[in-house]
């Protein structure tokens, strides 16, 4: 009776506060020029999570090089840092990128010393050796890449590889594939890489972080209960997700407060994390669940996939479901 006890209590506390209504997500981009390159699974997820897009619908150029502006731009994209149009100290900042470069200047990412008479040239091609100086001060390292050189920082974080003859080709330009993949790989340094069945609320958190889809923001909860702002607004009241990992029972719940379409791309992306082989018939079961009353004695379902416990059902209020998943 305390273990259903304290599920409701939770469910009821999450209803009282998760409240907020979300924007249909955006389809996945499907690109002509990347079906077979090799960074293809970083590219999707990347235009996915909105941090760098394709020149249009059907073209990506992954082999292009990229700018110093457009790099700047999808790193601080990527790291959620807020961009806002304020003067630089440069003298060539008008254009579209000049929020990205007050950010970055705020956040120390860039530094106005390290460019000659006060220009940023943002339409050069970057080199290796700007991108490891950009990551390594994104990640707060940047004493540690003056001390050892940012190249060698860059390896040792896994954020780049070098050549097979031992150089790093710090003076080489990246190209569009590279650059994502030296982001995402900042990403990994900044937030870890997920565990096989996250239990804490920092390891939840790397996970949700990894998602193809998610373009949001996380808050911390009472106790262990991670919040999900699928929408990524400043409003406490958008969290209208959130995941636990209950210790007593030994399960990991999913609250859904409401159904919008971002929610249910990051449910989706969720539960294919846990059934690799059967989330599309767990993520049908939760749709179903979704849809109906309360009242209904089908709005409980209970089931095993992929060799853990699937249980999803619908909250009293006929607006949450709860998801359930054992180990």
């Known amino acids: 009776m305390q273990k259903i006890g304290r599920l409701v209590v939770t469910i009821t506390l999450l209803v009282a506060m998760l409240m907020g209504v979300q924007a249909a997500a955006a389809a996945a981009a499907v690109f002509t020029d990347t079906k077979t390159h090799w960074a293809k699974k970083e590219i999707d997820t990347a235009v996915a999570q909105g941090w760098i897009n394709g020149y249009d619908a059907k073209t990506f150029k992954p082999d292009a090089n990229i700018t110093r502006a457009e ?5 601080v994209a990527a790291l ?3 961009a806002e149009d304020t003067d630089t100290p440069f003298t060539d900042d008008a254009g579209w990128f000049r929020s990205y470069i007050a950010a970055g200047l705020k956040q120390s990412i860039i530094k106005v010393g390290d460019y000659k008479e006060n220009t940023f040239e943002p339409n050069l091609p970057i080199t290796r050796e700007e991108i490891a100086r950009m990551t390594i001060r994104a990640l707060g390292k940047d004493l540690e890449g003056v001390k050892s050189g940012y190249l060698a920082v860059a390896k040792k974080l896994e954020i780049m590889k070098g050549y097979p003859d031992g150089t790093m080709g710090g003076e080489k330009n990246a190209t569009r594939a590279e650059a994502v993949v ?7 340094a900044k937030n870890g ?3 096989a069945y996250p239990k804490t609320r920092e390891e939840l958190n790397t ?3 990894s998602l193809p889809s998610f373009k949001g923001t ?3 909860g009472s106790g262990g209960i991670l919040l999900i702002n699928a929408k990524g607004s400043d409003n406490f009241f958008d969290n209208t997700l959130a995941i636990e990992y209950v210790i007593e029972l030994k399960k990991t719940s999913i609250i859904i407060s409401e159904s919008s379409a971002e929610n249910q791309s990051v449910v989706k992306e969720l539960l294919k994390y846990y059934y690799p082989k059967s989330y599309e018939k767990a993520y049908s079961s939760y749709i179903k669940v979704n849809g109906l009353d309360s009242s209904n004695a089908n709005s409980v379902f209970e089931t095993k996939y992929d060799n853990r416990t699937f249980k999803v059902y619908k909250g009293s209020d006929n607006k949450t479901v709860m ?4 180990e």
């Open 323 to 326: 998801v359930r998943i054992g």
């Open 71 to 75: 790099f700047l731009k999808s790193l």
């Open 218 to 220: 996380t808050t911390n």
């Open 193 to 195: 890489k997920p565990v």
């Open 182 to 188: 030296m982001i995402a790989n900042t990403l990994t």
């Open 207 to 209: 996970m949700i972080q």
């Open 80 to 82: 959620k840092i807020k």
